[in-house]
């Protein structure tokens, strides 16, 4: 059987259809993830260290002069050069016309509202020609916005200090109990953890599309070359066959999704790096995992990648060609999608996430999730165990139909099913 | 002992009845031809035989096993050549032929000598290590052929061998056939649209049409017995009389 597998990975390893996209998997994260991280990075360095903007205040009546002198005394501290355009015409054609970063349309009755200590409206506006991360964050808007709020302020605080105290009058730090594991977390650093399970979820579900596609078209091609048939005629078990071909597709996905996680790694630290600059208290995800939850969550994962994998080779079993067995993985896939994506989003409740947790794949995602909030337990084992009984169950099937007669009788009801549709 | 036996043979795919109640017996040792038109039954029965495909009726025993019940020990012992057959396009000839050289023989000093054999059979020269896409359909249709006798099966069941293939390549498979089953003993099991070839290397052929066996026999009692000159005449004879 070795040099079975050692066939299944030659003859995948050197198709360059396989192996390609895997190649190129990290060069295009990297090119991704360089184009994501200026966009982020030109937001976040407008955060930290503000540029200088240029801001029309617009007004539709007479505007008091402490107001006009107060902001060109903090003009040049607040990185602002203020202009003022009295409201002639349309708001829209102002815009057209001029070419500011920030727009305040102070209407009228707004000073008459302030004297009267009652809120006054603003309307803030800035243009864009393009769909992209900083053009629509408001974050040079806040910048005037701010400036107008002190004016405010300053006009009915007369000291600094109370003014300071009045703008800010409490640093709060805000911490989640975790009961199951007795740890106390920021909530900043656990938001940073949930964000690092969607991407987790979001790689396992890439995962297994991925090794289900090459394991289908290993087997597709078979069908189409007609090398099955060989297969099937030499004096070795139909199990084995098939057992060789499922080690040799995920040593090969194996082989494959290392460079893809290369790469993925690239785009998040490209994209990491650019964000996490003003960003204190990172999570140890380390402190909140057990080692047996560990455990646990890498051999459920590689249960759940077998489980694709043998789902693919029934897929390009079945299939008398590769473009069928592509048909077919669409609605397979979908089939796993949408609990994986129910289960991303929201948590199940019981009885449906122990039927969940039991099927693996789906029960990757939820232990990926529920690991950074509890230890581990035994259900978690027994789950694992049910999911592993799942995959013998499945490989005994596919066992069973390995044979040309059953194969042949599938695949032409599944071709007619399908031509029918066509 | 009989290398195959087939008693009242039916396969059916769904309302199809694509072999009605066949019985043949072929000997040890010889080179037996069934030939028929297309859809005739050639490969069916022939996939029957080398365990593929089940019998609806009937039984088939090749060299005494049972090819439902026993299909293991048969495949064994035989080896098949569909008539189209591809080939892994990534990895070399060398490589398929010591692949199924191992599955075979494992370890064992047979090993380095199946795989002589079969690299003598493809007779490719260096290109024996070239991948098999570069493969021309002759140099594919070798490597199939070297994978089917370099095993020395007692049954060797060749599915239009020589189909698609120039002059030279057909007679250089012809003349291996002939070597083969004198050298090793190897009973050969062949079909083919091309009757000249099946009178070259044929001592034994059954005609087969629409699901059943026309008439079988040694070709020169069959000639006697339709009074005509050649192979050609004969099949014309027996397929437009039926």
């Known amino acids: 059987m070795r040099k079975l597998i050692k066939k299944e990975i030659l003859d995948l390893i050197r198709d360059p259809r396989i192996i390609l996209p895997f190649i190129f998997a990290p060069i295009i994260f990297l090119v991704l993830g360089g184009i994501a991280s200026q966009s982020v990075q030109s937001t976040v360095s407008e955060i930290v260290e503000p540029s200088l903007i240029k801001v029309n205040i617009i007004y539709e009546e007479k505007i008091p002069q402490d107001f006009i002198n107060y902001l060109q005394n903090v003009s040049e501290k607040e990185k602002v050069i203020i202009y003022f355009t009295q409201k002639e015409k349309d708001i829209s054609n102002i815009l057209k016309e001029t070419d500011y970063d920030v727009y305040i349309l102070i209407p009228k009755g707004f000073f008459e509202k302030i004297e009267r200590k009652e809120t006054g409206e603003i309307y803030t506006f800035s243009k864009t020609t393009e769909f992209r991360l900083g053009s629509i964050t408001g974050i040079k808007e806040i910048r005037v916005v701010r400036i107008i709020e002190n004016y405010i302020k ?50 396992i579900l890439s995962l297994g599309a991925i090794i289900m596609q090459i394991s289908s078209t290993s087997t597709a091609i078979e069908n189409e070359y007609k090398t099955l048939e060989i297969l099937l005629l030499l004096p070795i078990s139909r199990f084995k066959i098939f057992l060789a071909k499922l080690i040799g597709t995920f040593i090969v996905s194996m082989i494959g999704l290392s460079l893809f996680l290369i790469g993925f790694v690239f785009y998040l630290y490209l994209l990491f790096f650019s964000v996490t600059q003003p960003t204190q208290n990172l999570p140890f995800i380390s402190i909140a995992i057990d080692p047996f939850s560990l455990a646990l969550l890498i051999a459920s994962f590689v249960i759940s990648l077998l489980f694709m994998a043998s789902l693919g080779v029934i897929i390009g079993a079945l299939s008398n060609d590769v473009r069928l067995a592509n048909t077919l993985i669409g609605p397979v896939f979908i089939l796993l999608f949408f609990p994986a994506f129910y289960i991303i989003i929201l948590t199940p409740s019981s009885p449906i996430k122990d039927i969940l947790m039991s099927i693996p794949f789906l029960q990757t995602l939820i232990f990926s999730k529920e690991i950074l909030l509890t230890n581990f337990k035994i259900t978690h084992l027994i789950y694992l165990i049910n999911s592993l009984l799942i995959i013998l169950v499945l490989i005994y099937i596919i066992g069973r139909i390995f044979s040309l007669e059953t194969l042949l ?10 031509k029918k549709r066509i | 002992m009989k290398a195959v036996e087939i008693k009242n043979l039916v396969k059916r795919y769904g309302y199809f009845e694509a072999l009605k109640g066949i019985n043949l017996n072929i000997d040890e040792k010889e080179i037996f031809a069934l030939v028929g038109p297309n859809g005739a039954g050639k490969t069916t029965t022939f996939k ?16 005494g096993y049972d090819t439902v019940n026993e299909s293991d020990k048969v495949r064994k012992i035989i080896s098949y050549l569909p008539e189209e057959v591809g080939v892994y396009k990534n990895i070399t000839g060398y490589e398929y032929l010591d692949l199924i050289a191992s599955i075979y023989f494992g370890n064992s000093s047979e090993y380095s000598k199946a ?53 030279e390549y057909s007679y250089e498979i012809r003349k291996i056939i ?59 004879k027996i397929i437009k009389g039926s």
């Open chain 2, 48 to 63: 029957i035989i080398s365990t593929l495909l089940l019998p609806t009726m009937g039984q088939v025993k090749v060299f």
């Open chain 2, 178 to 236: 002939l070597e083969y089953n004198k050298k090793f003993n190897i009973t050969f099991l062949v079909s083919s649209h091309n009757l000249q070839e099946v009178e070259t290397i044929s001592s034994k052929i059954a005609i087969i049409k629409g699901g059943l066996i026309m008439e079988y026999g040694s070709i020169d009692d069959l000639l006697e017995k339709y009074q005509v000159k050649n192979i050609e005449e004969l099949y014309i």
């Open chain 2, 115 to 167: 795989l002589e054999l079969g690299i003598e059979v493809a007779n490719l020269g260096s290109r024996i290590y070239d991948k098999m896409k570069n493969y021309s359909k002759g140099m594919k249709k070798r490597i199939q052929l070297a994978r089917v006798l370099m095993t020395k099966p007692k049954l060797a069941i060749l599915d239009e061998p020589t189909t698609g293939l120039d002059f």
């Open chain 1, 409 to 418: 009788n599938l695949q032409n009801k599944i071709s007619r099913r399908f």
């Open chain 1, 154 to 203: 300053e006009k009915y605080i007369n000291s600094t200090e109370i003014l300071n105290f009045i703008s800010r009058p409490l640093n709060y730090y805000s911490l989640v109990y975790l009961p199951s594991k007795n740890l106390l977390v920021s909530s900043q650093s656990l938001s940073s953890l949930f964000f690092g399970i969607f991407i987790a979820s979001i790689i």
